[in-house]
Nanobody, 122 residues
Framework: QVRFVESGGGLVQPGGSLRLSCAAS????????MSWNCQAPGKEREWVAA????????KYADSVKGRFTISRDNAKNTLYLQMNSLKPEDTAVYYC???????????????WGQGTQVTVSS
């Protein structure tokens, strides 16, 4: 079955860095564009970044552009999010999923993982 397992979150001070990982299984990973999304307490889940199936193109929400970098290793069925210059407002649970890169729609809506908690606090 389809499964996404996010990891790499933690508690960091403002200005710090984290590298999140998303291990995918149950799909032909290299066939899918992928995205990172976040959800803060009391807020809707928001899109953060996306990358094409081969990793040739990527795009970012304005709030993270220049600070975060999305990447993937198709041989390892793994998606990454390098998070630099972290801000308190980045605090959220981060999730990955397959997406339509052009339309911005989540493709495996019923298969969200548990997410990984990122907390940015001094």
């Amino acid at each position: 079955q389809v499964r996404f397992v996010e990891s790499g979150g933690g508690l960091v001070q403002p200005g710090g860095s984290l590298r999140l990982s998303c291990a995918a299984s149950g799909i032909t990973f290299s066939n899918y564009a992928m995205s990172w999304n976040c959800q803060a307490p009391g807020k809707e889940r928001e899109w953060v970044a996306a990358i094409t199936s081969a990793g040739g193109r990527s795009k970012y929400a304005d709030s993270v552009k220049g600070r975060f970098t999305i990447s993937r290793d198709n041989a390892k069925n793994t998606l990454y999010l390098q998070m630099n210059s972290l801000k308190p407002e980045d605090t959220a649970v981060y999730y990955c999923n397959a997406v339509d890169y052009g339309l911005g729609h989540t493709l495996l809506y019923d298969h969200w993982g548990q997410g990984t908690q990122v907390t940015v606090s001094s």
